[in-house]
């Protein structure tokens, strides 16, 4: 079992940055990859940006330069750094874990945070 506990959501007016936090605890093999996913309203939830256990990286293309995900040395805490937001980045995030997957971007995951609004505003 893993247990995920976002933060830092809030609103931010367009071009500005939020910093999210997931605090993450629990059996290291179902957190082989990390992950930030969002939903914003009347949409489908949609995976933005993942880490591995060897921090390999990867993004979907519509936040590439502009959002940069890390974790902690103790892989205890997942960040999501995010600059220069833009109206449609509007929507509840979400981190999860999973375990192994060749590339974390793109498959299902199975554990999931309660998940944090951002609202961009212009």
């Known amino acids: 079992q893993v247990q995920l506990v976002e933060s830092g959501g809030g609103s931010v007016q367009a071009g500005g940055a939020l910093k999210l936090s997931c605090a993450v605890s629990?059996?290291?093999?179902?957190?082989?990859?990390m992950g930030w996913f969002r939903q914003a309203p009347g949409k489908e939830r949609e995976g933005v940006a993942a880490?591995?256990?060897?921090?390999?990286?990867s993004y979907i293309n519509s936040v590439k330069g502009r959002f940069t995900i890390s974790q902690d040395d103790t892989r205890n805490t997942l960040y999501l750094q995010m600059n220069s937001l833009k109206l449609e980045d509007t929507a509840v995030y979400y981190c999860?874990?999973?375990?192994?997957?060749?590339?974390?971007?793109?498959?299902?995951?199975?554990?999931w945070g309660q998940g944090t609004q951002v609202t961009v505003s212009s």
């Open positions: 999860a874990s999973r375990s192994f997957a060749t590339y974390c971007l793109g498959v299902d995951f199975s554990y």
């Open positions: 629990g059996f290291s093999q179902y957190r082989h990859c």
């Open positions: 880490i591995d256990l060897f921090n390999s990286t």
